[in-house]
């Protein structure tokens, strides 16, 4: 590895539902024109390009980015779920640290439909069978629906019942986030929400209520990172670090119960690696910005992050350490959850939002002093992406 990557612009659109929102390649074109102006550069000063988006023909990414400028550079799709636009950041950051590229472009979109997630492939092997039949395994008695709502549902469940906590913990983990995107101009959501109305919203699959799920939503976001070289050529002034970054994939154990399914084990393993090449731990976190998609899964990854021990998430929420004032400020943007979850470009929008802090940037959400930031980000069949982002 030759030079660190360092994040020198952010940018993106604000997430709509869907219906009201700008074609994909409008919306993923005002990003990366408005990250490209982030950073101070043009985009003929860019070597390559990773597009990130699931809901899309071949080659969408040139669509979009043609849209901004037809340079003739490397222009790759990536498709990795919900963890799509992290890994889309994860192949710039390396092709970049390898000395292969100075400036990459990463970006994602998604154009979403109303509803719960579906497979469009219908006619051959499904990603998730492997977890739809081991769900049956661990879960004879649940019933059938969508994968996401099934295997979430059955780890909140299963959390509950390993660790005696109160289902509260999840509605009160559904108040704070929305709490949060109030101060957030991008956020799909922007009103509170009471812990009655989240605990006695309808319940969407046994162990979720519908305040307790990441709605559809369109969107993108775009970053752009460079070498430490193309920093100083060009005099940037506001780069932020990527001082380590991890992905991990399932392993035989990822079956063994219902919170390895929806990811815990592949979050514990790259959040460990993390620490470890960065030298930087959990305790020393400022920021951080999770995978929300149904908030059980925020308080299971509070523990695979090691922000705190096995069980001792529920003491966490109701000490108001997930917030500000507490020992962590996590998804300031309003998660997943509130902020919305277009699946190509979560990933990036997480580090746009990040950065933002790490920069003093964020406005009314601002987390004073913040140097330290970290993001986490799964998607199912499966990949887990953990960044820990520092100031220069």
Not at 17 to 46: C, F, H, Q, R, W
Not at 154 to 162: C, F, H, S, V
Not at 208 to 222: E, I, K, S, V
Request: with cysteine; aromatic share 8%; glycine share 10%.
């Amino acid at each position: 590895m030759t030079s660190k990557a360092n994040v020198i612009g952010v940018s993106m659109v604000k997430f709509e539902k869907p219906g009201k929102n700008e074609p994909y390649e409008i919306m993923a074109s005002k990003a990366i024109t408005n990250a490209l102006k982030d950073a101070g550069i043009s985009l003929s000063d860019v070597n390559q390009a990773y597009a990130s988006y699931v809901y899309g023909d071949s080659t969408s990414g040139q669509t979009a980015l043609y849209r901004v400028g037809m340079t003739g550079i490397p222009i790759i799709n990536v498709n990795n779920n919900c963890s799509s636009g992290s890994t889309a950041l994860y192949l710039a950051r390396q092709a970049v640290e390898s000395g292969a590229e100075e400036c990459v472009l990463a970006f994602g979109f998604e154009e979403m439909k109303p509803g719960a997630l579906s497979e469009n492939w219908t006619d051959r092997m499904s990603p998730f069978q492997w977890i739809y039949d081991q769900f049956e395994t661990l879960n004879p008695e649940l019933p059938d629906g969508p994968v996401a709502l099934k295997v979430f549902g059955a780890a909140a469940i299963e959390y509950l019942e390993k660790y005696g906590a109160s289902p509260d913990i999840f509605g009160k983990v559904a108040v704070k986030s929305r709490k949060h995107a109030v101060n957030n101009p991008y956020s799909l959501f922007n009103k509170e929400i009471t812990l009655d109305e989240v605990m006695q919203s309808p319940e969407v699959y046994p162990g979720l209520n519908r305040l307790m799920a990441c709605p559809p939503t369109c969107g993108a976001a775009a970053v752009v990172v460079c070498s430490d070289d193309f920093a100083k050529k060009h005099n940037i002034q506001n780069a932020v670090k990527i001082t380590a970054q991890s992905m991990t994939t399932d392993k035989p154990d990822s079956k063994e119960n219902n919170m390895q399914l929806v990811g815990l084990k592949m979050t514990e393993e790259a959040a460990k690696e993390v620490y470890e090449k960065s030298g930087v731990g959990p305790e020393d976190v400022d920021v951080v910005e999770l995978h929300d998609c149904f908030t059980p899964n925020e308080v299971i990854t509070y523990e695979g992050l090691g922000l705190v021990g096995e069980g001792e998430a529920e003491k966490l929420i109701y000490d108001e350490d997930n917030t500000y004032g507490g020992k962590f400020v996590v998804n300031p943007s309003g998660g997943l959850m509130s902020k919305g979850h277009p699946l190509g470009a979560t990933g990036l929008a997480q580090c746009t939002e990040l950065v933002w802090h790490l920069r003093g940037e964020a406005g009314k959400r601002q987390v004073e002093g913040a140097k330290v930031g970290l993001q986490h980000n799964v998607g199912l069949g499966g990949a887990c992406i953990v960044t820990m982002y520092q100031t220069v």
